[in-house]
Each structure stands twice: as structure tokens, then as C-alpha cells.
């Protein structure tokens, strides 16, 4: 497509994407109460493992402090809610880029995407009171936790965010091969440096230093690079067999496809007259 069609398109998968998470932050302001209560209970373990005349407490420095962290919370919400709906329209992006029996796999796409991403962040709440405990731990005797609201809720959706999309990755390394982009081959013959990556990025992504944490989310995102790379091998073996089918076997990118040039199908010479 024309670039002005290109960014007509992304222009209006953003608003559809966009829509969506409005509509679920609205329901993610009502279920605000409960959430904040679930969010408080690692806190409050806290306090009550150190015993009477310890705190471990939200602390809202502002008057519109608890307003604004209700709306941040309520816009977090509504990017979980609305999964299903924004993963579809990054695929879907995609998806003029693609053959007609490829497009198919949008809603493939998306029904692996969702869950992955819910279960990285069902991980990442599993890790939370375990990342609380320990950061609390550094705590002088004696002294009082009064956490900024604000920076606690940050802490914790950055933490959900990172283990989610963290989880949703390879899927789009499966989108690249689909496009041509990214072969198995290359993917295969890279693992040491994918497996590094992982590492390091859940060395970096843990709130907390210990390694059981680290392999808590290095362990599943290695599987799912794998996993990955064995979805691109069957894609490029389908590839392979319809180009064999095709004749196109053995072409390089470059190389130009066979053109049948049998005398009956050779255009006839022109004319004294068109001459």
C-alpha cells in the first residue's frame, strides 16, 4: 500500500485499539475497590509478619493522589480487559502484508497471544508478595514502610506489563517468518544468543535478585522460544512444498522465476506497418 494508506490504517487500528481500552478502563473503575485491596495484602503480610508497631502502608502525598491512582489503575484495567482486542489490531496490522490463506491466522494469533499474556501476568502476581517482602526486608529495625501509592501501583503494573508481553514475544518472531522476514534456520542457529537474551532480560525484568525468581520467568520464555522456532520450521516447510509445486524450488530471492518460452507462446513479430 501507499504510505498515506499505511498510515490511514495504522490510524484506525489505534482508534478501534484505543476504544477498546476506554471501554475497559470504565469497567476496571468499578472493580477498582477489590483490586486495590488485593494489591494492599502483600503490605499488609508485611506488617503483620513484623508484629505490632510496624507499618507498611500506601501513603498518599497529595489530595488528588488517591483520584489519579484510581484512573491509572482503572487505564491498566482496561489494557488487560481489552487484550483480546488490541493484539488482534497489531496483528491485523500486519495482515495486508500477508497472503489470504496467511490472514487466517490473525484469529490463531490472537487466541495463543490472550492467554499468553495473561499468564505472564498471572505470573508476575504469583512473584509480587515474594518481590514485597524481600524489598521491605531492607528496612531499618524500628522503622516505618510509608510507600508512595503512586509508585507502588507503577512498581507493580510495570512488573505485570514486562512478564505479559514478555510471554507474547515469540509470537511475533512467528509473525516475521510469516512475512518472509525471519527464516527457522536463522532463528535455530541463534539460540544461544535468544537464550542469553531471556536471561538477561528476566534478570532485569525480577523485582527481586534471587535466581528462583529469574528462572520463575527465564525458564517458560526459553520454552517459548522454542516453541516458536518450531512453528517457523513447519511454516517454511509448507513454503518449500508450494514452491516446489510451483516450480519456484532451488530460486534464490533474487533470481528471477522460469518463463516458458516455447515458440507457440512467443509473442508474434510485429508488422512493416507498426514498425
Avoid at 487466541?111 to 495473561?118: C, Q, S, T, Y
Avoid at 514485597?132 to 501501583?153: M, R, S
Avoid at 507474547?168 to 542469553?196: D, E, H, Q, T, Y
Amino acid at each position: 500500500m501507499p504510505l498515506r494508506e499505511h498510515l490511514l490504517e495504522l490510524r484506525n487500528r489505534l482508534l478501534k485499539a484505543g476504544l477498546a481500552i476506554g471501554l475497559g478502563a470504565i469497567a476496571g473503575w468499578f472493580i477498582y475497590d477489590p483490586l486495590i485491596t488485593a494489591l494492599k495484602e502483600p503490605l499488609e503480610a508485611v506488617a503483620r509478619q513484623r508484629g505490632s508497631g510496624s507499618l507498611a502502608e500506601l501513603n498518599y502525598g497529595q489530595v488528588a493522589s488517591p483520584f489519579n491512582l484510581k484512573i491509572k489503575l482503572a487505564v491498566y484495567l482496561g489494557l488487560v480487559v481489552a487484550s483480546p482486542v488490541w493484539l488482534y489490531q497489531l496483528w491485523a496490522f500486519v495482515v495486508p502484508g500477508l497472503t489470504r490463506r496467511e490472514k487466517r491466522y490473525a484469529m490463531g494469533f490472537v487466541a495463543a497471544a490472550v492467554p499468553l499474556f495473561l499468564a505472564g501476568i498471572g505470573l508476575a502476581w504469583m512473584v509480587l508478595p515474594n518481590a514485597v517482602k524481600f524489598l521491605t526486608e531492607f528496612t531499618p529495625k524500628g522503622a516505618a514502610n510509608l510507600i508512595n501509592a503512586d509508585e507502588y501501583i507503577t512498581f507493580v503494573t510495570q512488573l505485570e506489563l514486562a512478564f505479559g508481553i514478555a510471554f507474547v514475544v515469540p509470537l511475533f518472531l512467528v509473525a516475521l517468518n510469516m512475512l518472509g522476514i525471519l527464516s527457522a534456520l536463522s532463528m535455530a542457529k541463534a539460540w544461544r544468543i535468544a537464550v542469553f537474551l531471556n536471561f538477561l532480560f528476566a534478570a532485569v525484568a525480577s523485582p527481586t535478585p534471587d535466581a528462583a525468581t529469574m528462572l520463575l520467568l527465564a525458564f517458560p520464555m526459553v520454552g517459548l522460544y522454542m516453541l516458536a522456532v518450531g512453528v517457523a520450521w513447519m511454516n517454511d516447510r509448507r513454503r518449500k512444498q508450494r514452491d516446489v509445486a510451483a516450480g519456484f524450488a532451488g530460486l534464490s530471492d533474487e533470481e528471477a522465476s522460469p518463463l516458458d518460452l516455447t515458440p507457440e507462446r512467443l509473442p508474434d513479430p510485429p508488422s512493416y506497418d507498426e514498425l
